[in-house]
């Protein structure tokens, strides 16, 4: 159709002027489109324009634009009373209450308004992009416009297609999106699209583990910072952006998936929802913010515990090798046999296997065996795990011995998949599964995932540098140990490490 993202005197309407609106006008107008900006509240558009002036004024303040183009920008943001005064719009974007029924009205009286070859986009983060477009004349001319908060911060947006968009507008919405100075990527409509899916993984698997007494929520928090290499916890991280979001946002979206294991939501976060502990915006959450501070209890200090003799098992060669190097720095007293000695410290490096399996598979005597987990870099932190019937003499010599170059330790109870290797290997798997639905490219996966989340790494680029074969070990044996679906590989990562290519490979 005759859209055309790159005209001078392009004309974008937005409905709603909050937190979202309000970003979404301010990126349109920098990249110099003319925006018509209404709020159903009143006074909120106007605030709204005030904000994003502030805004403009000091983003030319730090050097991002001159003062003439921030004055510009504000210039061409109009306050109009509604929908009505939309009608000479080429594309309008939608970013009010997220509630289906009140949008579909919207959208129905915009219909109205608007030409035939207008663009009508949503900024819903979790409804169907295909269901609100149902009730529509030309649902074709209906998609997904989804930023990322704060808008002006974040680049990525994620356009998607609903089963009835026509693929004009999407790559219309593309090209809007690179005028408004955005990364834009196409996703085809999915629960939590693409982004929110892969963020599921994170949170959801730090909350299991943490509700089945494996770790602490600090320990969690501080091994993914430190070995995984995220920029923030998981639990620091839904401290920030709040229970009464993530919660609800999680129920719905394995509600829409039909229940899918690899979204099972947390009792354990429902029931501090119900208590009320949401996380920064009360003061309380997994830490206590009352002094306006993150209070973060110290880290315990390692005992002085050393062991007689240490053994390594060669089950996992990779791990016997890593594991043996650090022990060699260590100067620790390793032995050569095949079999450990009486009074052996015994040391099993497994891949989403729990101590206990691996003590009882590998006939070791449990007493005395404690798991490393080397699939990580050990340099900035390490993380062991005991079997229920591990002595605590051999817990804490194989604590102080790993941790006497000074490199703080976790100590966990027994887990398939320790802490870090359970949670990426559940991103892995996500990001493999929306690749495997044809939701998104591999390539724009992990570049959403990246720009969108933070996270050091895109879920296949993660898994290509700890090695796919390494992730389906992980999952296979979680799946086996648990018994549980919810670890089950997908097939995309499944074939791709038994071909033993990359996890962005696509089919021929
Ligand atoms: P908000 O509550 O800050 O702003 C919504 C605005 O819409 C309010 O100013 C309200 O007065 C106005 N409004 C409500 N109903 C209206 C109607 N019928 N007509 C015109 N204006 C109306 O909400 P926020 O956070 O800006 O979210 C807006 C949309 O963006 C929602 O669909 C939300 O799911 C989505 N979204 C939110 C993100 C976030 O982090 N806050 C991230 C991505 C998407």
């Not at 001159?66 to 974007?93: F, N, S, Y």
């Not at 490393?372 to 340099?379: I, K, Q, S, W």
């Amino acid at each position: 159709m005759g859209f055309d993202a790159n005209r001078p005197d392009l004309l974008i309407g937005v409905i709603g002027a909050g937190a979202m609106g309000r970003g979404i006008a301010q990126v349109a107008a920098a990249g110099g489109i003319r925006v018509r900006l209404t709020d159903a509240k009143p006074g909120a558009a106007q605030e709204a324009l005030k904000f994003i002036d502030g805004m403009l004024k000091r983003a030319a303040e730090k050097g991002g634009m001159t003062t003439e183009q921030a004055t510009a920008a504000t210039a061409r943001i109009q306050i109009v009373d509604g929908p009505a005064d939309l009608t000479p719009c080429q594309a309008v974007i939608e970013a009010i209450v997220e509630n289906p029924d009140v949008k579909q009205k919207l959208f129905a009286e915009l219909e109205a308004i608007v030409a035939d070859d207008c663009i009508i986009a949503s900024n819903t983060s979790s409804l169907s992009v295909t269901l609100l477009a149902n009730k529509l004349k030309h649902p074709g001319r209906f998609a997904g416009f989804h930023f990322f908060n704060p808008v002006p911060l974040m680049r990525l947006v994620e356009v998607i297609d609903g089963v009835l968009t026509e693929p004009w507008v999407g790559d219309a919405l593309m090209a809007l999106g690179r005028r408004m100075t955005r990364e834009p990527v196409r996703v085809k409509d999915a629960p939590g699209f693409l982004v929110n899916q892969v963020g599921r993984g994170y949170s959801l698997e730090a909350s299991h583990l943490v509700s089945e007494g494996i770790a602490s929520f600090v320990e969690v928090d501080r091994v993914m910072r430190d070995v995984g290499g995220f920029r923030m916890g998981p639990f620091e991280l839904m401290d920030l952006t709040a229970l009464d979001v993530t919660q609800p946002a999680s129920e719905l979206l394995y509600a829409q998936f039909f229940h899918e294991a690899r979204y099972r939501p947390s009792l354990v976060m429902r029931s501090r929802l119900d208590a009320g502990i949401l996380g920064r915006k009360v003061k309380r959450g997994f830490y206590d913010y009352a002094s306006g501070q993150q209070a973060v209890a110290p880290e315990a200090t390692a005992p002085s515990a050393r062991p007689q003799s240490v053994w390594v098992s060669q089950a996992e060669p990779g791990g016997h090798s890593a594991l043996t190097q650090l022990l060699d720095k260590l100067g620790a007293p390793v032995e050569a046999g095949a079999k450990p000695s009486a009074r052996a410290l015994i040391f099993v490096t497994p891949l989403g296997e729990d101590t206990t399996t691996c003590a009882l598979e590998q006939g070791l005597d449990p007493r005395r065996t404690v798991a490393v987990d080397t699939l990580f870099p050990m340099a900035k932190r390490r993380t062991i795990m005991t079997c229920p019937i591990t002595e605590p003499a051999f817990r804490d010599a194989a604590h102080g011995l790993l941790a006497s170059d000074g490199v703080p330790v976790v100590v966990a109870k027994d887990s398939p998949g320790f802490i870090a290797q359970r949670i990426i290997a559940m991103i892995v798997n996500i990001g493999c599964s929306v690749a495997q639905n044809q939701t998104a490219t591999p390539a724009d996966i992990d570049k959403a995932v990246t720009l969108g989340l933070n996270y050091p790494h895109g879920p296949l680029a993660f898994g290509d540098r700890l090695g796919p074969e390494r992730i389906l070990k992980v999952l296979n044996n979680m799946q086996r140990v648990y018994g549980d679906q919810r670890y089950r590989p997908t097939l995309w990562l499944s074939r791709r490490a038994r071909l033993g290519v990359s996890l962005l490979t696509l089919d021929n």
